[in-house]
Every structure is written in C-alpha cells, then in structure tokens.
C-alpha cells in the first residue's frame, strides 16, 4: 500500500480547462470532438513556444500553474503512446526518402517532455518519464510515492496523452480525445492505494483513468477501484 495527499491538481482537454468545465464533464462523460486546439502557454517565451508539440504543450499548462513557489519539484511525467503524431510524421517522411530533421528526431523521444521542462524550468530534481498501459497512473504515482519517501517534501505527476493519427486508430483505442492531468504530490494519509489481484467479474474501466480520477475527484466518492488486465488497484480516500 502507498500513501499521499493530492494538495493540487489541473486538468486540460479540447474545450475543457476550469474545474467548472471538468465538473460538468464529469457529470456527464462524452467523447470530446477531435479538434486542433491547443492549450495556453502564453507564460513561455515565444521561442521556447514553438519548440513544443501539442502534447508537450499539454503538459506544460497542467503542470507548469503546479509547480510555480516550488524551487526544487521532482517530476514524473506519464504517457502510454507519447509523442505518435510527430514520430508518424518522421515516418512519412522516411516513406517519402525526405531527410528527418535532427529536431524533429530529438523532440520526439520519450523523456522529450521532461528535458524540455528541466531546460524552460532551470530544473534540476529527479525526473522520470514512464511509458506504462491502462493503469500508467498507479504506476505513476509508485513513482512518486518513492520519491516522496525518500524525503521530496512535494512531487508533480503528469498524464498525457494525444490522439493518435487516424491510420493508428484500429490499434490505438484507449485515447478517446487528447487530455493532460496534472497532480502535485505530498506526504499524507489522504489517499491509500493497494494492488490485487483482478477478480474475473470486475469489469475494465470504461476511461482512462487519469480521467475516471478526476471524475471521483470532483464527486468527492471515497472509495473506488481501477482494473487492468489482471491486475485491480484500490483506491481509499480518508479525508
């Protein structure tokens, strides 16, 4: 069993900014259409601006409101498929003998984000990026809960994930739209999360789960469950 307080969380997807927006999608969960949109990040520089991807630029505008009065914040920074849009891109061009840009190939890496952030930031905490399925999130937070033990007096987590290019949508079905969620970590009993064994009846969640939290988030529920493939993680909240 792990242990930790949620002190802050933000969350964005297309249309979906405040928690009032977050509040009525909870209420009533739909598949946001696909759209171009991106989120604000007019507090970067217009040249570091232009360096990020739409899902870079996602995790910033969650992340970066968290993190601001923390001089040393340790980052951990969760997405199942990761940069896909820019990589199939790179693979047009291959297809089409077009030479990659060195940029391009750079930025599209797993741990691009956290590099990205380290630079824009002056950071220089514990940063990882995870690469994780349905439960990304639990994996996540174990993450944290290390760091948190191992004496960071706070920890921002980080879940994005894009959508994927029309040609990988047959294999990629677990994104529904584009979405970031942020949570700013701290030691605590506020929240107890335990790991089982999947009974054969527990059905899997219908939403990713990032965005199942928000919804238990928002209704103030105190206990829930996530499952994923054979595995079943217990969630308690006590105040």
Do not use: C, K
Not at 34 to 48: E, G, R, T, W
Not at 179 to 205: C, F, I, K, M, N
């Amino acid at each position: 069993m792990i242990n930790f307080n949620i002190a802050a969380w933000r969350a964005w997807a297309p249309g979906l900014d405040s928690v009032a927006d977050w509040q009525a999608w909870s209420q009533h969960p739909h598949v946001i259409a696909a759209s171009d949109a991106s989120p604000d990040v007019s507090f970067l520089p217009a040249m570091q601006r232009r360096r990020l991807s739409r899902l870079a630029r996602m995790a910033f505008s969650v992340g970066w409101p968290l993190a601001e009065g923390h001089e040393a914040l340790p980052l951990v920074f969760v997405s199942r498929h990761g940069e896909t849009p820019r990589t199939f891109d790179m693979l047009n061009e291959l297809a089409a003998s077009q030479p990659l840009s060195p940029t391009q190939f750079s930025l599209s890496v797993h741990n691009a984000v956290i590099g990205l952030w380290s630079i824009m930031r002056g950071e220089t905490s514990e940063m990882t990026a995870l690469a994780a399925a349905g439960d990304g999130l639990e994996h996540g937070l174990i993450e944290a809960s290390a760091l948190l033990n191992d004496g960071a007096p706070a920890v921002l987590l980080v879940i994005t994930e894009e959508l994927p290019p029309e040609a990988y949508r047959p294999w990629v079905d677990d994104v529904p739209f584009a979405y970031a969620a942020g949570l700013l970590l701290t030691p605590g009993e506020q929240w107890h999360l335990s790991l089982s064994t999947r009974p054969a009846d527990v059905a899997q969640a219908p939403w990713p789960h990032a965005l199942q939290l928000l919804q238990h988030l928002l209704s103030g529920q105190t206990s829930f469950q996530h499952a994923w493939e054979n595995r079943l993680w217990q969630w308690q909240r006590t105040s």
